[in-house]
Nanobody, 125 residues
Framework: VQLQASGGGLVQAGGSLRLSCAASGRIFSSYRVGWFRQAPGKEREFVASIIWSGGTTYYADSVKGRFTISRDNAKNTVTLQMNSLKPEDTAVYYC???????????????????WGQGTLVTVFS
């Protein structure tokens, strides 16, 4: 499975961006997918995840109520809609896929087998 993240850019605080993660491989629809981010000088952190059916999602407390993760298995894509962006959301955002499709430990990066290359989001005030 190969993942391609896109949609990053420069946005003013309070604005919105929509990130997409496009995947190759027909079995992608059975994978759990997560978004992580890494700000300069900081460790990578969990943002959101969604299981294969789209029925269960998890969010970091820092983005809950502002970000929404969704997926379209027919198109092999997962989307992260980011609203009410803050300067502290500035980071490189990565999508990742967990082939086990597990419900457990969604925030653990080591549970994910495949990673995209990242897309930069910069929020200015």
């Amino acid at each position: 499975v190969q993942l391609q993240a896109s949609g990053g850019g420069l946005v003013q605080a309070g604005g919105s961006l929509r990130l997409s993660c496009a995947a190759s491989g027909r079995i992608f629809s059975s994978y759990r997918v997560g978004w992580f981010r890494q700000a300069p000088g900081k460790e990578r952190e969990f943002v959101a995840s969604i299981i294969w059916s789209g029925g269960t999602t998890y969010y970091a407390d820092s983005v809950k109520g502002r970000f929404t993760i969704s997926r379209d298995n027919a198109k092999n894509t997962v989307t992260l809609q980011m609203n009410s962006l803050k300067p502290e959301d500035t980071a490189v955002y990565y999508c990742a896929a967990d082939k086990s499709g597990s419900y457990y430990y969604p925030a653990r990066a080591d549970r994910y087998d495949y990673w995209g290359q990242g897309t930069l989001v910069t929020v200015f005030s």
